[in-house]
């Protein structure tokens, strides 16, 4: 069941990815009717074999930590700064990076070989360090890594991070995020409510947060559970204006998480009715809009980690580009952790 589920984390990254790169430019709601038509091309398409959805930064980021994690059996921050930037320079466009993550590649490469692996990510935005959710993106290698050693997992979720991104936020939804898919990882369906879900999170920031005076993710969490647990399921503008669906950690981070328990709540859309609870919770998440490809690896992350890889069809991943590589980091991690 454990190896299910780093696949499902893995592969269901992938398609939330994926899929959700699809609508990434729009920064605007994605209707369930237009999710479920691509659900259809999907299912029907012979095009499905073909792998025509590319995969973005997140994917190529989040593997590269998961070989150098594989390859070195620890975390060794030089062989991740080198193989980031690498890939980076290696890349076609249809991966998308963020604007200012380039910067920190330039002067890692320039630097080479990679004396000083945090030095860059430091000085991005006049020293206050990006609070993109680049961090977070492809974190939850980390915690199928660190599956049963939490300590472990929030130390290599923020080294990880400082890679590129040295702001507060960025540093801690990397945490969360990671925390959110071991959770999954160690808790199964039926054996915990969404409440229950929430509130590990919520001990979790409240730590992480301590010395933060904003406390951003902790407010933003219980503005989660009061829309959960509303009578009326919000719409998809107010989501936007209380929590947000936008490029910053805090705002992607939270999304994805209420886009899960959403699900685990059993607050999902009629109309998402007919599919697997975990491509209900890639789908819900891609739907918020925003920054699409995002949310939807993030929380698909969380969702495979949770509810295993069975409700991935084969029709959504063989549509994926990247599928053997994820099943086989996977099952590596797995292997490495199982050690
Ligand atoms: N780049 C994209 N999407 C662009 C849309 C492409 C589209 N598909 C198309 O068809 O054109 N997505 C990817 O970028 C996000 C991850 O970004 P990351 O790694 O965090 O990058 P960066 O450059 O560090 O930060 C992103 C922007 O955030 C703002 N920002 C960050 N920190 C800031 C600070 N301290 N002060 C002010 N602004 C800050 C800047 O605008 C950065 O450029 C993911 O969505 C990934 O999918
Ligand atoms: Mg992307
Ligand atoms: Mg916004
Ligand atoms: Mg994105």
Same mark, same amino acid.
């Given at each position: 069941?454990?190896?299910?589920?780093?696949?499902?984390?893995?592969?269901?990254?992938?398609?939330?990815?994926?899929?959700?790169? $699809?609508?990434?430019?729009?920064? &605007?709601?994605?209707?369930?009717? +237009?999710?479920?038509? %691509?659900?259809?091309?999907?299912?029907?398409?012979?095009?499905?074999?073909?792998?025509?959805?590319?995969?973005?930064?997140?994917?190529?980021?989040?593997?590269?930590?998961?070989?150098?994690?594989?390859?070195? !059996?620890?975390?060794?921050?030089?062989?991740?700064?080198?193989?980031?930037?690498?890939?980076?320079?290696?890349?076609?466009?249809?991966?998308?990076?963020?604007?200012?993550?380039?910067?920190?590649?330039?002067?890692?490469?320039?630097?080479?070989?990679?004396?000083?692996?945090?030095?860059?990510?430091?000085?991005?935005?006049?020293?206050?360090?990006?609070?993109?959710?680049?961090?977070?993106?492809?974190?939850?290698?980390?915690?199928?890594?660190?599956?049963?050693?939490?300590?472990?997992?929030?130390?290599?979720?923020?080294?990880?991070?400082?890679?590129?991104?040295?702001?507060?936020?960025?540093?801690?939804?990397?945490?969360? &995020?990671?925390?959110?898919?071991?959770?999954?990882?160690?808790?199964?369906?039926?054996?915990?409510?969404?409440?229950?879900?929430? &509130?590990?999170?919520?001990?979790?920031?409240?730590?992480?947060?301590?010395?933060?005076? $904003?406390?951003?993710?902790?407010?933003?969490?219980? +503005?989660?559970?009061?829309?959960?647990?509303?009578? $009326?399921?919000?719409?998809?503008?107010?989501?936007?204006?209380?929590?947000?669906?936008?490029?910053?950690?805090?705002?992607?981070?939270?999304?994805?998480?209420?886009?899960? %328990?959403?699900?685990?709540?059993?607050?999902?859309?009629?109309?998402?009715?007919?599919?697997?609870?975990? &491509?209900?919770?890639?789908?819900?998440?891609?739907?918020?809009? !925003?920054? +699409?490809?995002?949310? !939807?690896?993030?929380?698909?992350?969380?969702?495979?980690?949770?509810?295993?890889?069975?409700?991935?069809?084969?029709?959504?991943?063989?549509?994926?580009?990247?599928?053997?590589?994820?099943?086989? %980091?996977?099952?590596?991690?797995?292997? %490495?952790?199982?050690?």
């Amino acid at each position: 069941m454990l190896l299910s589920k780093y696949k499902g984390s893995a592969l269901a990254a992938l398609a939330g990815d994926c899929i959700g790169a $699809e609508y990434e430019a729009a920064w &605007q709601p994605v209707a369930y009717q +237009t999710l479920m038509e %691509l659900e259809e091309i999907l299912k029907n398409s012979q095009a499905a074999s073909r792998r025509f959805l590319n995969y973005t930064d997140d994917t190529e980021m989040a593997h590269e930590l998961a070989k150098s994690l594989v390859e070195n !059996g620890k975390f060794v921050a030089k062989d991740v700064a080198s193989k980031f930037t690498k890939t980076f320079f290696t890349s076609p466009p249809c991966r998308y990076y963020g604007e200012s993550v380039r910067t920190v590649f330039e002067k890692l490469q320039k630097a080479s070989p990679f004396s000083d692996p945090f030095g860059p990510a430091s000085e991005q935005f006049d020293g206050q360090g990006s609070y993109g959710n680049g961090s977070a993106m492809r974190v939850f290698p980390v915690a199928l890594f660190c599956h049963g050693n939490q300590e472990l997992l929030e130390k290599l979720a923020a080294l990880s991070a400082k890679l590129t991104h040295v702001h507060i936020d960025a540093i801690n939804g990397a945490k969360l &995020q990671a925390s959110a898919v071991e959770i999954a990882l160690s808790s199964s369906d039926g054996s915990i409510s969404w409440l229950e879900f929430w &509130q590990k999170l919520k001990d979790l920031i409240d730590k992480f947060e301590v010395d933060v005076p $904003e406390k951003v993710y902790t407010n933003k969490l219980d +503005t989660i559970k009061e829309l959960i647990a509303r009578e $009326e399921v919000a719409s998809v503008h107010e989501f936007e204006d209380e929590v947000g669906t936008g490029i910053k950690a805090t705002e992607a981070v939270c999304a994805a998480i209420y886009a899960f %328990l959403m699900c685990l709540a059993d607050r999902q859309p009629s109309e998402l009715s007919s599919l697997s609870k975990v &491509q209900q919770v890639v789908f819900y998440s891609i739907s918020l809009g !925003g920054d +699409t490809d995002t949310i !939807g690896t993030m929380a698909g992350a969380i969702a495979g980690a949770f509810y295993g890889d069975e409700g991935l069809p084969s029709y959504w991943l063989s549509a994926c580009e990247g599928e053997d590589m994820a099943r086989d %980091l996977a099952t590596k991690l797995h292997e %490495l952790n199982e050690k």
